[in-house]
């Protein structure tokens, strides 16, 4: 009978597919951290994990570790080295919160816009004078690049064309591979998408280095707006913020950062006409429902023989 430990809270939904599974038994522990459930791993054949570490140390103590579910898409504190040496799949729960994240880009972009923290302190505190600077812009007409055209930056697309916007994406990935068919076109180089545009959208996987540095901020339309729904340190804070304090970027709204929570002298805390959300983009309660069944599910399939090999992500370093 295989033994499933779940760390972190988990949807109902996904528990109600556990209690209903036949010939599984399984561990919850809801608070998030390593150490919380490092003490259970020695009894689980199988993880389902929210957004806490992962480390190579609890990898060893997981001696009949079989498989780990990442209660998401992302896998950043996961050792994915460790796994692979024990040749450990690790799966993640495929297209279930994109819309959520399109929605949350979506949303940024026209909070960025309207510059609504500014607009709600003077409608809280005043000057209400401060209407008549005409700060606020209108999204319909303008330029977006979307920085990784996979399935969150199509749905943004959507969204954004019906505000009026005209879009355009960047996704070397995609451009080796055949461009999917649709209205929006590619864009061959950043720094030509990165001119081009009144505001870029970040949905593209982390990488060695930001995708959006001080030299990349420098190479956009002074008083555009950047948007990250996507990860930490894709986008530079530090340049972000000199960029923002030269008046060089008009607004920005940032879902993730580089360390999570940011620490409280963090320098983008202290602009305005920037909106800072904890990393809830892909957390609504009807994504929450979906990426718990479908982190549960992972690993009833994958002991029932048929998990989708398209959901492993180190399915490479297996064979």
């Known amino acids: 009978m295989p033994h499933i430990v779940v760390a972190g809270k988990l949807h109902p939904a996904g528990l109600a597919l556990l209690d ?28 389902v994990i929210r957004t806490q570490p992962m480390g190579a140390e609890s990898v060893a103590l997981a001696s009949r570790l079989k ?13 994915l080295a460790a796994l692979n040496t024990r040749q450990i799949p690790l799966c993640i729960v495929g297209d279930v919160n994109s819309v959520s994240v399109a929605e949350h880009a979506m949303m940024l972009i026209l909070a960025c816009a309207k ?19 005409l700060e606020a812009v209108e999204i319909s007409g303008k330029r977006l690049l979307i920085l990784g055209y996979g399935r969150i930056g199509r749905h943004l697309a959507r969204m954004a064309a ?18 999917p068919e649709g ?40 008083g555009a707006m950047v948007i990250n729904t996507a990860r930490g340190g ?12 030269a008046g060089q970027i008009a607004a920005a709204g940032l879902d993730v950062f580089e360390s999570e929570p940011p620490l409280p002298d963090h320098p983008l805390l202290r602009f305005d006409q920037v909106i800072l959300t904890p990393h809830i983009a892909g957390l609504t309660a009807e994504s929450a429902e979906r990426m718990a069944v479908a982190s549960v599910q992972n690993v009833l399939d994958f002991f029932a ?15």
């Open 20 to 47: 209903a599974a036949e010939r599984v038994s399984f561990d919850h522990i809801e608070e998030i951290s390593e150490a919380s459930y490092q003490p259970y791993l020695r009894r689980a054949d199988a993880l």
């Open 67 to 79: 498989i780990v579910s990442r209660h998401g898409v992302g896998y950043d504190a996961v050792d």
């Open 115 to 133: 510059r609504l923290i500014r607009a709600d302190a003077r409608a809280r505190q005043g000057p209400w004078g401060w209407r008549n600077r």
């Open 162 to 179: 019906g505000f009026g916007m005209e879009i355009r994406a960047y996704d070397p990935y995609l451009a080796a591979q055949g461009w």
């Open 183 to 222: 209205p929006v076109a590619p864009v061959a180089a950043l720094p030509d998408g990165l001119a081009w545009a009144d505001v870029v959208s970040v949905h593209l996987p982390k990488a060695d280095r930001p995708i959006l540095g001080a030299a990349e901020l420098a190479q956009m339309k002074p």
């Open 234 to 245: 894709i986008v530079d804070e530090v340049a972000l913020a000199q960029a923002l304090r």
């Open 305 to 319: 023989g048929r998990l989708d090999p398209g959901l492993i992500v180190n399915r490479a370093a297996l064979a």
